[in-house]
């Protein structure tokens, strides 16, 4: 591990309540939104750090945290079960009258509630990141952009040229030497084509002032009142991440971002360019493929059972599609099964349920249908 790497930590915030995907956000945290037939959101953020030599690691929970504290454990397959630093959960902290804190608080509160954590923390700086960026970066190259500009904060951005939609996007500004003069919150009008993917580092005691400060001033969110407000006191700079990034902000972006994996120049950047993406292992036998099964251009898990059609879908462990039903550009979860006739297109349903013999279920490519967890139709 080097010298860098090992002076690294990392916080994963994750207020995200206001991020809403339908069903399959109702009992589960953005970040534990199954994703790419084995994987969960949180699943990239943690790989990236980990990668990067990080063995610290804070993970901010708000609310509907159960389904994801069962799939990170104790971070087991992060290599994150150690006796000195580790994978730590931070719940929110209720009132001494039982109360927990409003869960749209926002994420600057997330932090100043167990700022002890940072306190407590041996490692001079902090990497802070969000549970929904989908992307594989190799995080010790902007942590040396970092220290060689000597930079108060760094943050990523990805360039966006083809970007129609920036309503829910902050677009960054830099000079000519990469310092970021301006950010641009939730724009009507675009105006730059650099949009930052909500990752940031800086040192650690920095981080607790500035929190401190802006949670005291009764400020709530990182972007509008730690970097807006500073950007005329602190060295602000950027950093440009090039390869394949998506930040989840609504059912539309997850649906066009899971069916992007079904390109294998995609899936081969998103899960390798920059080491492995690690989950949950959970063993289960090959996909089995009865006599009359089909499957085109799909992205299918272990323990699935085929016999009817599969085409350019992602299916999750255990599904079975029973004789003569077709799914079609479609997301189904796990141990769900499609019975016997039916039709789905652009639907997405979430696991352990059952879709009955001759249903047709058909949804829009900018709006999917969405069948919740445990669902019988």
């Known amino acids: 591990m080097s010298m860098t790497a090992s002076n690294l930590m990392g916080a994963i915030i994750l207020a995200d309540n206001q991020v809403n995907l339908k069903e399959l956000t109702l009992r589960r945290q953005l970040a534990a939104v199954p994703f790419g037939a084995r994987y969960r959101l949180i699943d990239f953020p943690l790989s990236n750090l980990v990668n990067a030599g990080v063995r610290n690691v804070g993970v901010f929970v708000q609310e509907k945290y159960r389904s994801l504290m069962d799939h990170i454990g104790i971070g087991k397959e992060w290599d994150l079960?150690?006796?000195?630093?580790?994978?730590?959960?931070?719940?929110?902290?209720?009132?001494?009258?039982?109360?927990?804190?409003?869960?749209?608080?926002?994420?600057?509160?997330?932090?100043?509630?167990?700022?002890?954590?940072?306190?407590?923390?041996?490692?001079?700086?902090?990497?802070?990141?969000?549970?929904?960026?989908?992307?594989?970066?190799?995080?010790?190259?902007?942590?040396?952009?970092?220290?060689?500009?000597?930079?108060?904060?760094?943050?990523?951005?990805?360039?966006?040229?083809?970007?129609?939609?920036?309503?829910?996007?902050?677009?960054?500004?830099?000079?000519?030497?990469?310092?970021?003069?301006?950010?641009?919150?939730?724009?009507?009008?675009?105006?730059?084509?650099?949009?930052?993917?909500?990752?940031?580092?800086?040192?650690?005691?920095?981080?607790?002032?500035?929190?401190?400060?802006?949670?005291?001033?009764?400020?709530?969110?990182?972007?509008?009142?730690?970097?807006?407000?500073?950007?005329?006191?602190?060295?602000?700079?950027?950093?440009?991440?090039?390869?394949?990034?998506?930040?989840?902000?609504?059912?539309?972006?997850?649906?066009?971002?899971?069916?992007?994996l079904l390109t294998p120049e995609v899936y081969s950047e998103l899960f390798f360019a920059n080491g492995p993406i690690f989950t949950k292992v959970k063993n289960e036998p090959p996909v089995v493929y009865l006599d009359g099964a089909t499957a085109k251009n799909s992205l299918i898990a272990n323990g699935c059972r085929i016999e009817g059609t599969v085409e350019n879908s992602i299916l999750f462990r255990g599904v079975k599609v029973e004789k003569g039903a077709h799914v079609k550009d479609s997301i189904i979860m796990q141990k769900s099964v499609v019975g016997r006739g039916a039709f789905l297109e652009n639907v997405i349903v979430d696991k352990d349920s059952q879709i009955s013999s001759h249903k047709r279920l058909v949804g829009d490519r900018t709006y999917p249908l969405v069948i919740g967890k445990g669902s019988a139709l």
Do not use: W
């Open 81 to 260: 079960n150690r006796q000195r630093d580790g994978l730590f959960i931070l719940p929110p902290e209720a009132y001494s009258d039982g109360a927990v804190p409003n869960a749209h608080s926002g994420d600057l509160a997330l932090l100043r509630r167990h700022i002890d954590y940072f306190f407590r923390s041996k490692q001079e700086y902090v990497v802070v990141c969000c549970g929904s960026i989908i992307m594989n970066i190799d995080l010790t190259q902007m942590l040396t952009k970092h220290l060689n500009t000597g930079a108060d904060i760094t943050l990523l951005y990805r360039v966006e040229k083809d970007r129609t939609d920036h309503s829910q996007a902050v677009e960054v500004f830099t000079d000519e030497n990469s310092r970021v003069t301006f950010l641009k919150v939730n724009p009507i009008v675009s105006s730059s084509s650099k949009i930052l993917l909500d990752t940031y580092i800086l040192r650690r005691d920095l981080l607790i002032e500035l929190v401190d400060a802006a949670v005291s001033s009764g400020g709530s969110d990182f972007v509008m009142d730690v970097l807006i407000r500073n950007l005329g006191d602190l060295k602000v700079y950027g950093h440009e991440f090039s390869g394949y990034a998506r930040k989840i902000c609504s059912l539309e972006t997850y649906f066009n971002a899971s069916m992007e």
